[in-house]
């Protein structure tokens, strides 16, 4: 059987610093969901990474730091989707994901530039 989460996520651009074992790094975010986020980069860390992240999100005063892991990586400038990783959140206050999962829910509504939209996401078999 195919058990698929369906996460709803946003659009959202906000800078997120993020340190690997051996480096700090910043780019910028292209969608959120309570689960995790995508990061545009030219240079995306392996899969299996683990990251240390830390952001903030527009009209949240609210600093998020948590740790993730890399579950997707995308290097080629060819796609259709931009070069960069998905991050899972692995080590998140529970707060922090309902503070998340919040502004998700609202996004549509008290911010249209904001794109809302519901994807599937591939289950975790490990």
Do not use: C
Not at 12 to 40: H, K, M, P
Not at 61 to 72: A, K, P, S
């Amino acid at each position: 059987m195919d058990e698929r989460r369906v996460d709803e996520r946003v659009d959202v651009e906000v800078e997120v610093r993020y340190r690997t074992i051996q480096e700090f790094l910043a780019a910028y975010s292209r969608n959120i969901s309570g689960g995790g986020l995508f990061i545009r980069t030219p240079q995306p860390q392996p899969l299996n990474r683990q990251v240390q992240l830390r952001f903030t999100l527009p009209g949240l005063d609210h600093r998020f730091e948590m740790g993730g892991i890399v579950v997707w990586s995308n290097v080629s400038p060819r796609s259709s989707f931009p070069p960069g990783m998905g991050i899972k959140f692995v080590q998140i206050a529970p707060d922090d994901v309902d503070r998340i999962q919040e502004f998700v829910r609202n996004a549509g509504m008290e911010m249209p530039t904001l794109k809302k939209k519901t994807v599937e996401a591939i289950p975790d078999h490990g």
